[in-house]
């Protein structure tokens, strides 16, 4: 059972667009919705996170929008530049047992296009 | 400052094989874990310890063995390699609760 679906599995798009991931999530003790950046041949690294008691938030050029009541949350990337291509992750935690443990969505490959 | 060390980069094994994966932290973060990424699959936990002393099971933990040596080291065992556990490995460690997880650069394995 996936517990947080991430789409699309890749995104193509032009500099200076704007890439939305999305995540949907099953579990409604999830209370830390991080996103993870990763380029090729290293490890994820943390990108921005978000917790339920906010409905945006913003570092950067990257803004995490969150949906309490639809158990959904997006990443866009504002003004995306070619440094930016890698592959996105969400994931959540939270919840008793579970606070210990982060779950991953699939992953996005994003490529920006000079 | 090095943060997650993971040894080795890369290692390729025939099936059968046994090896053990080393992974060590400077963070003096208690929980660490092992995941595994293949293509299309994202990150899968194997298996975690949340503090010295404990370990527990993730979503894919049949085939692999951990240790947790002390608060700083955790390794990954492998006591038969087989090919379906070809994939790049990572280790990551985190302070408990809503703090970010820092991973290694993961050791990419290859079982033939």
């Known amino acids: 059972q996936q517990q947080v679906k991430q789409s699309p599995q890749s995104l193509i798009v032009q500099k200076g667009g704007i890439p939305i991931i999305n995540c949907a999530y099953e579990n409604t003790a999830f209370d830390y919705f991080p996103w993870y950046q990763q380029f090729p041949g290293k490890g994820p690294a943390l990108l921005i996170a978000i917790r339920p008691d906010v409905s945006e938030k913003k570092e950067g050029r990257f803004t995490i929008s969150f949906n309490k009541s639809a158990k959904q949350f997006s990443l866009h990337i504002m003004d995306s530049q070619p440094g930016d291509s890698a592959t996105y992750f969400c994931a959540a935690s939270g919840g008793g047992g579970s606070n210990y443990k982060l779950t991953f969505g699939k992953g996005t490959l994003l490529t920006v296009n000079p | 400052n090095a943060g997650v060390t993971q040894t080795p980069k890369f290692q390729v094994l025939k099936t059968g094989q046994s090896m053990t994966l080393q992974c060590a932290q400077d963070?003096?973060?208690?929980?660490m874990y092992w995941y595994r990424q293949d293509p299309g699959m994202g990150l899968r936990l194997i298996y975690y310890?949340?503090?010295?002393?404990?370990?527990d099971k993730g979503e894919v933990p049949n085939g692999y063995n951990v240790s947790r040596l002390n608060k700083r080291e955790f390794s990954l065992r492998l006591e038969s390699a087989a090919p379906s556990q070809t994939s790049v490995y990572f280790c990551?460690?985190?302070?408990?609760?809503?703090?970010?997880?820092?991973f290694g650069n993961g050791t990419r394995l290859t079982v033939t």
């Open positions: 990551a460690s985190r302070t408990p609760g809503s703090s970010p997880l820092h």
């Open positions: 963070m003096n973060h208690n929980s």
């Open positions: 310890s949340a503090s010295e002393g404990t370990t």
